[in-house]
């Protein structure tokens, strides 16, 4: 439950975002869904800073070993701070060229441009956030986030509507309240973790032997995480040559399934740390029964919030747009995504699974074969016609694929290797 709340923190940021900056129009909500994919997509394909810390440091809990276990953790932070400020010198002077080759209409495009170039001042607090996460998971805390994710999401709404409607900024305003709450989460997840390491006698120097040897254990998890940005870079650019009405409903769509997947992700999450934790301490049975139970919540809850969906998709949609069309088109896809999750459930705990036993590489070829599948059949969609329920359709194939490679692997036994180390 820990896990789940914090999780959720930054889909719930871009769901504040969706629904202050939907109300300014239509042309600001489609500029908003270009945008945000890209951010996500600078974010998310670092997200290794968090995985790969948390399966590494787990490790060494339960070998015992404390003191490694915050020295591998400030590596990853150190890590973080240098590819935040490698993203920022590359976003920022071609954020408009980003948006162009994205294909967002004339009237979305200078919306886009704008959050964009604002809000990549955020991705080194980002990143920072996802290292130091990574640092108390693997530490089996999953409070600390909680408690700071909470926090950063009243600070991100209220600075959102102030500077959006309050100081009259639109779209530049709610850009600026996510990179404001974004550093301030940062500055608290530092003092955390660096309390640990005086604590535990860990260096905080950086080493950059031990940077490198994050570097390098992230790439697998790197090239996995590509390939998904890739698919979901893919439906969004598929969406806008749709028409805005379909890249805004969209936007609202994905924002629900990034919401529901961080969701069920909150299970795999705790899988990361404790599969780690019992591979660790040399406990593979143990291992072998958690990823078991973990598999049945991830069904369990993917059934729930699949109805969730279907329950409350009508009342859901008006509270980010007024525009019929954007409606329309988004309902039937709602049920579409409403009916995957059970899928989404097995392939998020198993996903974690595999991360917590340090299986990257087998995750980076299962999810370069998802991709190969899903490309052709996305880019038929404006071909064929069906509009963005085809799309989100493909999107439920993709899930399909990625959850049968995923059983293939964790149904082997081979991910399971013990020790401090893999």
């Not at 059934?303 to 008006?318: E, Q, S, W």
């Not at 709602?334 to 340090?358: E, H, K, N, R, T």
């Not at 964790?410 to 020790?419: A, M």
């Amino acid at each position: 439950m820990p896990a789940f709340g914090s999780l959720v923190a930054e889909p719930l940021f871009l769901m504040a975002d969706t629904a202050i900056v939907g109300h300014l129009g239509t042309a600001q909500l489609a500029g908003l869904g270009v945008a945000s994919a890209l951010l996500m997509t600078a974010v998310s394909v670092f997200v290794f800073l968090a995985y790969a810390t948390t399966a590494a440091v787990a490790r060494r809990v339960g070998a015992g070993d404390l003191q490694a276990a915050i020295r591998q953790g400030m590596d990853g932070i150190w890590l973080a701070l240098l590819l935040g400020a490698a993203v920022v010198a590359v976003v920022l002077p071609t954020a408009s060229g980003i948006v162009d080759l994205f294909g967002a209409s004339d009237a979305a495009a200078p919306y886009a441009t704008t959050y964009l170039r604002i809000s990549t001042l955020g991705i080194p607090a980002m990143l920072v956030v996802l290292a130091a996460t990574g640092v108390l998971r693997g530490l089996q805390d999953t409070k600390t986030p909680l408690y700071v994710a909470i926090a950063g999401f009243v600070a991100n709404g209220a600075l959102n509507a102030g500077l959006v409607y309050g100081a009259d900024l639109g779209i530049a305003g709610s850009a600026w309240g996510t990179v404001i709450a974004q550093w301030g989460m940062a500055v608290v997840y530092l003092a955390v973790v660096l309390r640990g390491a005086r604590k535990h006698g860990a260096s905080l120097r950086p080493d950059a032997a031990g940077i490198r040897a994050s570097a390098q254990a992230g790439v697998p998890l790197l090239v996995r995480t590509l390939s998904l940005r890739a698919i979901l870079m893919i439906a969004t650019a598929v969406a806008a040559r749709l028409g805005d009405a379909d890249i805004a409903a969209h936007q609202i769509i994905l924002s629900l399934w990034s919401l529901l997947a961080f969701a069920l992700d909150a299970i795999a999450i705790a899988g990361q740390a404790i599969i780690g934790r019992y591979l660790g301490a040399g406990d593979a049975q143990g291992a072998r029964e958690a990823c078991r139970r973990m598999v049945e919540w991830g069904i369990a809850v993917g059934v729930v919030l699949g109805i969730l969906v279907v329950i409350t998709r009508p009342a859901f949609l008006p509270l980010f747009t007024s525009d019929s069309a954007v409606k329309d088109a988004a309902l039937p896809a709602l049920l579409i995504v409403a009916l995957s999750q059970p899928i989404s459930g097995i392939v998020f705990v198993l996903d974690g699974v595999l991360m917590g036993a340090g299986d990257g590489p087998y995750l980076a070829w299962a999810m370069l074969i998802t991709l190969a599948v899903f490309t052709p059949v996305a880019l038929l969609v404006p071909v064929l016609g069906g509009g963005l329920t085809a799309l989100w359709a493909t999107m439920t194939l993709m899930m399909t694929v990625r959850m049968l490679t995923l059983w293939l692997r964790t149904r082997s036994g081979r991910w399971i290797v013990t020790g401090a180390t893999r």
